[in-house]
């Protein structure tokens, strides 16, 4: 049921790791079922309004005015 060189590549990354095969498997399964989970109900998303459209421009100058801030830094980073 299993692609050979996945598997393979699987027993590789264990032995490198020192970690069981089994984990693999099961990291992978909770991603394919998380993957596939179908959420029931309407999401509670908010709505965001910038009072019109954002640029790319407004979305470089507020990551280095932030960036900036953080840093203490003056100028343009970016």
């Known amino acids: 049921m299993v ?7 699987v027993k590789d990354a264990a ?3 020192g970690r069981p095969e089994s ?6 399964f ?7 989970r179908r959420w029931s109900g309407d999401w ?4 965001l309004d910038f009072g019109g459209p954002v640029t790319e421009d407004d979305v470089r100058e507020a ?3 932030t960036v900036n801030r953080k840093n203490g830094a003056t100028g343009n980073i970016i």
């Open 3 to 9: 692609d050979e060189e996945y598997l393979q590549i």
């Open 63 to 65: 990551v280095d005015e």
């Open 23 to 28: 984990e693999y498997f099961r990291e992978a």
């Open 44 to 47: 509670d998303i908010p709505a």
């Open 15 to 17: 032995a490198r790791e």
């Open 30 to 36: 909770r991603i394919a079922a998380l993957h596939a």
